[in-house]
T-cell receptor
Framework: AQSVAQPEDQVNVAEGNPLTVKCTYS??????LFWYVQYPNRGLQFLLK??????LVKGSYGFEAEFNKSQTSFHLKKPSALVSDSALYFC???????????FGKGNQVVVIP | SQTIHQWPATLVQPVGSPLSLECTVE??????LYWYRQAAGRGLQLLFY??????ISSEVPQNLSASRPQDRQFILSSKKLLLSDSGFYLC????????????FGPGTRLTVT
């Protein structure tokens, strides 16, 4: 079984400040980790993934995430937030041999001008 | 390039009426296909997934059903809608050779009245 926890319902950040969205996971074996973003009334858009290799993963729109095995975390980060980054962010996990993703509940990010 | 389509984009149906939502993928063959429901703009619930024509796995018992009559077509149905079936329905697929990374369609907003 696999699961993801996104502990904060909403993250508020001022434009230009660093943005962090937290995610911790639980999985049997080595995790495959993903971040998606969703704008209102739209489907989810893929941002980045960690399968293997470097712990720091770079993705779309200037986002990056760091895989930390000891803390079972995969936090999403952006050095300088934009108002257009305001959206709902989902973390998801799977593992080898399992073609289903387990999603977190989502984090609403609000970037304040 | 591969694209995924869903229709209709929005739907308002009375309680007790039937439902048919369609998802098609272009530019690929033999994809894994998924139906999710998102309630209240937050977490995603996996409803069904399919690894091939006629092969459907149900994740949650309910009054919905799914079918895959063609390789790139995935249909979500109900004989009699309930109020609780309202939500945002998302279809997703895996790229060939990558069973863990999912890409999502634009979604269908269903309101049951």
């Amino acid at each position: 079984a696999q699961s993801v926890a996104q502990p904060e319902d909403q993250v508020n950040v001022a434009e230009g400040n660093p943005l962090t969205v937290k995610c911790t996971y639980s999985v049997s074996g080595n995790p495959y980790l993903f971040w998606y973003v969703q704008y209102p009334n739209r489907g989810l858009q893929f941002l980045l993934k960690y399968i293997t290799g470097d712990n720091l993963v770079k993705g779309s729109y200037g986002f990056e995430a760091e895989f930390n095995k000891s803390q079972t975390s995969f936090h999403l980060k952006k050095p300088s937030a934009l108002v257009s980054d305001s959206a709902l962010y989902f973390c998801a996990v799977s593992y080898y041999g399992n073609n289903r993703l387990a999603f977190g509940k989502g984090n609403q990010v609000v970037v304040i001008p | 390039s591969q694209t995924i389509h869903q229709w209709p984009a929005t739907l308002v149906q009375p309680v007790g009426s039937p439902l048919s939502l369609e998802c098609t993928v272009e530019g690929t063959s033999n994809p894994n296909l998924y139906w999710y429901r998102q309630a209240a703009g937050r977490g995603l619930q996996l409803l069904f997934y399919s690894v091939g024509i006629g092969q459907i796995s149900s994740e949650v018992p309910q009054n919905l059903s799914a079918s895959r009559p063609q390789d790139r077509q995935f249909i979500l149905s109900s004989k009699k809608l309930l109020l609780s079936d309202s939500g945002f329905y998302l279809c997703a697929w895996n790229p060939p050779g990558n069973p863990y990374e999912q890409y999502f369609g634009p979604g269908t907003r269903l309101t049951v009245t």
